[in-house]
């Protein structure tokens, strides 16, 4: 019999990849509050591979079985690098999908992210291989108690985990292991400037001259003062270190990431603010030379987010950062996933948001920047991370990843999908590669104004999906 749990392994919320969301803590809404969906808890293993491990905590999921057939598939999403979003039991791709199918659906929050907290401390449970064990034994405890076809029998964690960046409709017959290929990097900002230029040829450009106007005023605390109040900084602008303009430059060229990864997504359902604010509009105020120079414009870029996300100051401190970094507690500002997600690209994923290639349009973070935050909060060298990086490709296989049935979607706006799979590698590995779409745009809602090309590509998924499971 066919193993019919299908699992979606997303990037949701706010929450982003890039994580810089987290750094301007305004930007991070959490979910809602009293969505209908109610909110279960799993009990959970925190060892999925030590037997004599026994310690248990809760895991938080949400459940909808509306669209349920008896003997239909489950599906499964997984929360990603921030708090579940409940909206997703109400809306999303998935649900058309498991309507078509007659699914049963799951979404299961990451371990540490959110509200599913494993220890009190100890982030070196955080990993996905530990999470994919907990994935699998939320389908195995939860299909069965309703009783879904496909989830009986098997031995523990091989009969289904299918995991795939965003949606991958897939179908596993045997243990899948999600590929995450990561190494530091500046791929991201090499496609923000592809995506900027998709825009106008001039933008890219424009950005450019701002950024390097910026980073050559840094270097004269005179300047200083004008700087403090263009960017309407909460304390007066201060620069001690590489770190300190390090930060500063990233954080104002996050405003660029954060609008180039979710482009045009139709993702209000979730709560978030400033789906408006799109690389037309960013563009469009860097093209206005009514503004005054390219430095100008980009200040006017950075007021506008901040009206945007009403942030009444801007934070620019690293020493702020790091404090909310290194605070551990549950309720401390980077609890609901920041400081997970970073200690994830640290000790498995790497791909940094970095400055150092040529072809990118912003000055002065480098990737070694970054990766000195991984000893400071977590005591990770730099050795250390390039060894977890080449561990993670070898284990989940990289770019010659052997399996079946996993469908690999990137859309060509997001920077991400630089790290994704955009070309088929057999016929039961395709990929689904959508031009001018932004981050895990299939995911999301359709809507009227959605690219032809989007609409076919989410037709193309269920397709598949429905090929899969007849089998
Ligand atoms: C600060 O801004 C004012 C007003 O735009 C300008 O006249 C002055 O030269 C600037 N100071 C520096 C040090 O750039
Ligand atoms: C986005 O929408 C909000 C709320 O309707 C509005 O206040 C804001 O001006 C819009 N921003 C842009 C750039 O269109
Ligand atoms: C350019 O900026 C000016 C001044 O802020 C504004 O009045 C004008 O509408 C902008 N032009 C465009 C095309 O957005
Ligand atoms: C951590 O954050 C919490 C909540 O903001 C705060 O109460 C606590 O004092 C912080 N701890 C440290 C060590 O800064
Ligand atoms: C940091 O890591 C090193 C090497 O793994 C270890 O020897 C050292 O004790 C750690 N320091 C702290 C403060 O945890
Ligand atoms: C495709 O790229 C991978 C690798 O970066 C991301 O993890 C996925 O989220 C992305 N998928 C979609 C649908 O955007």
New binding site residues.
Partial sequence: MALRCVAALSLLAVATGRFQGFRRGNVLHDPPQGAESEELWFTQRLDHFNGADSRVWKQRYFTNDAFYQPGGPVFLMIGGEGPANPAWMKEGTWLTYAKEVGALCFLLEHRFYGKSHPTTSGLPWCGARGAVGCHGAVLRGQCGAQGAAGCHGGAPGERWAAMVRCFGGSVAPRKQRAAMVGRPGSEYLEVVWRSLASESADCPVLVKQASDALAERLKDPKTFENITKDFKLCSPLQIQSESDSAYFLETLAGNFMDVVQYNEDNRGFEGV??T??TIK?LCGVMGNTSMGDPYSRYVAVAR?MM??FSMKCLDSSFNNYVRDMTNTSWDGPAAGGGRQWVYQTCSEFGFYQSTDSPNQPFTGFPVGYQVKQCARFYNISAEEVAEAVAQTNEYYGGYNIRSSRIVFPNGSVDPWHALGITQDITAELPAVFIKGTAHCANMYPARSQDLPQLSEARDHVLLLLQQWLKR
């Fill in positions: 603010p400033g408006n604010v509009v506008l009206d945007t």
